[in-house]
Nanobody
Framework: QVQLVESGGGLVQPGGSLRLSCAAS????????VGWFRQAPGKEREGVSC????????YYADSVKGRFTISRDNAKNTVYLEMNNLKPEDTADYYC???????????????????WGQGTQVTVSS
């Protein structure tokens, strides 16, 4: 049974940083793409970043490029999202997801993913 558990969210001031973690069981993350998504109240879920399986190639939405970094620790079977220079518009629930993406190497589209965590809340406010 695949289980993803996010952690690391919280309240941070604008310009601050957070590191989100996505710990997995029942699946070896290094073999599959892992995406981070976010959903703000009243908005659609948005793809933020993705790291390819069996690879370290990464992808980012334009809105976070240069501020967010996705990485993977294979020994811990965990994927991280380092978020710097946070802005109020980054406020959202953040989710990690994985799956075989029907053979695609990466995706920032939520319906391509099969397995999801429960989410962690990030609030950027002064």
């Amino acid at each position: 049974q695949v289980q993803l558990v996010e952690s690391g969210g919280g309240l941070v001031q604008p310009g601050g940083s957070l590191r989100l973690s996505c710990a997995a069981s029942g699946v070896t993350l290094k073999h599959y793409p892992v995406g981070w998504f976010r959903q703000a109240p009243g908005k659609e879920r948005e793809g933020v970043s993705c790291i390819r399986g069996n690879d370290v190639t990464t992808y980012y939405a334009d809105s976070v490029k240069g501020r967010f970094t996705i990485s993977r620790d294979n020994a811990k079977n965990t994927v991280y999202l380092e978020m710097n220079n946070l802005k109020p518009e980054d406020t959202a629930d953040y989710y990690c997801a994985t799956g075989d993406l029907r053979g695609s190497a990466y995706s920032l589209i939520s319906y391509d993913y099969d397995y999801w965590g429960q989410g962690t809340q990030v609030t950027v406010s002064s």
